[in-house]
């Protein structure tokens, strides 16, 4: 059995977000297995920052190194053709990330189905009677535009299915995973213009989008994990099963499973388990009229195919919509 190490993305192992739900799954899947795990946090925010902390955890005789985030992608890939004894788990990386020929044997890619999530929070929102939306991506990398994308389609859906012929979506990427002023102004005028809920998707920003929200009685949607605990402004979340994938990903190597995910990019959705989802907790759910048996109902049909969500990340191939809904696509 090996030593599981975790090194951070941008951010702390607290930050109610990607490293701290990424680093559950390692944690819990070491204390069930008896294994030692301990994390990595990068000097900065370079690639050869994220090298450094890789080494370390491979100098310290960590076997298996799991890394979040897809700005780890060359790092890992320099770490892992140096180290093919080392063998490492990178979440949200693609194989573009990786800027290689090919995924070296030594690495499994771990991503995730965002359309799916973000169709339901979309879906779910116009369900619940709201009709002016605004979705707040961070930098328009796949994941985000996934998201994004999924939730315009789940919208749509729900306004054709209501017979609402006036849904409208404002869409922008504020170019920045960080809180900032310029994103506070922005969000204050859709709130006082009137938008209802945004999907605040990227990292911090979603801080930005809560003073807004909360100095206008807005609303908001969460971003990868469960953000209710954050604000009551939060009516759900779109999230991705970080802490389970990771699970996953470490069950399959402690039983001798490698070969099988080796230089694979698995794509985690709907169809291989419940790998994304909005939260059914009774302190999660903020929905009043949209109920959670709706819920199951369109997660199902996600499931078992009879609804597919378009997963296009290519930025200059917007969604096609009804003639319910109005996107207006914000530069």
Partial sequence: AKKVAFVTDVGNIDDHSFNQYSYEGVTKFCSNAGLECSYYKPAGDTDQDRIDAINQAVKDGYGV?????????????????????????????????????????????????????????????????????????????????????????GADKAAQELNLTDVNIKYWYSGSFQPNDDIATKMDNWYVGGTEVVFACGGGIYLSCLSAAESND?????????????????????????????????????????????????????????????????DSWNFESFTKDEYEAVKTKIASGEITVDNSSDDATKPTVSEFTTVTYIQ
């Fill in 65 to 153: 190194v799991v890394m979040a985030g897809y700005l780890f992608g060359p790092a890992c890939y320099t770490v892992a053709t140096e180290h093919p004894e080392v063998l490492f788990l990178a979440l949200d990386v693609t194989e573009g990330d990786l800027k290689a020929e090919s995924v070296p044997s030594n690495i499994a890619l771990i991503c995730y189905q965002e359309e799916q999530a973000g169709y339901l929070a979309g879906y779910a929102a116009v369900q619940e009677g709201y009709k002016e939306l605004g979705f707040l991506g961070g930098i328009d990398v796949p994941a985000v535009i996934r998201y994004g994308y999924g939730f315009i389609m």
């Fill in 218 to 282: 807005g609303k908001m949607i969460g971003v990868d994990v469960d953000q209710s605990n954050v604000s009551d402004r939060i009516i759900t979340s779109a999230m991705k099963g970080l802490s389970a994938a990771v699970e996953t990903a470490l069950t399959d190597i402690e039983g001798g499973e490698w070969s099988e995910i080796a230089a694979t990019n698995g794509n985690f959705g709907l169809e291989d388990g419940d790998y994304i989802g909005l939260p059914t907790d009774d």
